[in-house]
């Protein structure tokens, strides 16, 4: 009897993982709270920050659902032209691409902006699985493979420049590299290395870019430039106490004194009209999620489709731990959106679609047709 190639409606309803779809709609929903509260004007209306996401999210809803019924292997099997599409798009990014923020990250068409990088992330997770169940890295040709089409990718966007997107693909084939069984001695040697070329790849940093980092070792060097934000969002944090100032009652956001509240700066906000305890929610949410998804990749019997989680989860747990640990003052400022949170289509979409084949894998597993 042939294998079905996909899920059916019962399938997904009966075995798909409704802790993490509540934790993941939950986190969508405290940022759509988050956002409101964040936007310039409070006003419902298209244009407002709030009412966008909430488009965005049901676009991505609908996606999702496409996706769980269409099923993760259906993805992996086109990863090379996946691949081909996504390195055609960067670099058409150079050519024409909208630049803010420094970066040539965005097409611009108008009415929306779209970041390539974003479904980049996606797309890195399926090569990356077939890759490395094909070609295991157990030795320098498969390692040289899985390395080799990452390294495309992860170059193309240092050209734009867009040094928290290149971290975020790094740390995903760090991931997926270790979860496919790569050899210790390789890796360890490999991240040795990189730390010795760090003075070097001082002298390749964006002007912008080495303010960053300086800044983040002491903000008061430019107290009204570049250390601003971090100074802002810190009082934003601290300011929130226990319980926070009550929503809609924050200061920092409004008073215009945190740049960027709706985006870089979303977990800031929150903190500052949530508090202690809102924070500990949402990251027991966060924390919720990642789980569910290790345990998905702990079940699953593909190879495949545990390789695909590991990636995912290393991307989504690093721009969490990232844009919490900014807001915070603890890590440099990357410019990276807080997953299911922050203010941004391309981003919200790329996570969605993300968790979608993260349940596909779920659902495939419990189906048992692995």
């Not at 670099?91 to 970066?103: E, H, N, R, S």
């Not at 990088?117 to 498969?142: F, H, M, N, W, Y």
Request: glycine share 10%.
């Amino acid at each position: 009897m042939a294998e079905r190639s996909v899920s059916s409606w019962r399938d997904i309803r009966s075995n798909i993982d409704l802790i993490m779809l509540i934790s993941s709609v939950a986190l969508f929903l405290l940022g759509i709270a988050a956002i409101y509260s964040a936007s310039p004007t409070k006003a419902v209306t298209l244009s407002s920050y709030a009412v966008r996401q909430l488009m965005w999210g049901g676009i991505s809803a609908v996606v999702y659902i496409v996706i769980l019924r269409i099923g993760y292997r259906k993805f992996i099997d086109l990863a090379g032209p996946l691949f081909l599409l996504m390195v055609f798009l960067f670099v058409v990014l150079l050519a024409i691409g909208y630049t803010t923020k420094g970066a040539q990250s965005w097409f611009n068409f108008g009415i929306m902006r779209f970041q390539p990088s974003e479904i980049g992330k996606v797309v890195l997770a399926l090569v990356l699985a077939q890759i490395c169940s094909k070609t295991p890295p157990t030795d320098i040709r498969g390692i040289s493979a899985a390395v080799g089409f990452a390294g495309i990718m992860i170059v193309l966007i240092l050209l734009q420049p867009d040094l928290g997107s290149s971290l975020v693909y790094s740390v995903m084939l760090f991931a997926v590299l270790i979860a496919a069984g790569a050899p210790v001695k390789f890796l360890s040697g490999t991240v040795i290395s990189l730390l010795a070329m760090l003075p070097a790849a001082w002298a390749f940093l964006k002007p912008y870019q080495k303010m960053r980092l300086l800044v983040f070792l002491d903000p008061t060097i430019d107290p009204q430039g570049a250390g601003y934000n971090v100074i802002q969002s810190r009082i934003a944090v601290g300011s929130g106490g226990l319980f926070g100032k009550g929503f809609l009652h924050g200061t920092q956001g409004k008073l215009h004194f945190l740049p960027e509240p709706h985006t870089d700066f979303i977990f800031s906000v929150f903190s500052e009209e949530f508090g202690f305890i809102g924070c500990s929610v949402v990251l027991l949410l966060f924390t919720v999620l990642l789980l569910r998804m290790l345990n998905a990749a702990y079940y699953t019997r593909d190879n495949r489709g545990k390789l695909l989680v590991a990636g995912i989860v290393a991307w989504i747990w690093f721009q969490i731990t990232e844009s919490i640990g900014m807001s915070m003052g603890l890590l440099p400022i990357t410019g990276l959106p807080l997953p299911l949170f922050s203010y941004g289509g391309s981003s919200l979409l790329a996570v969605a679609i993300a968790l979608a084949l993260v349940q596909s894998v779920v659902i495939v597993s419990k189906e048992g047709r692995f």
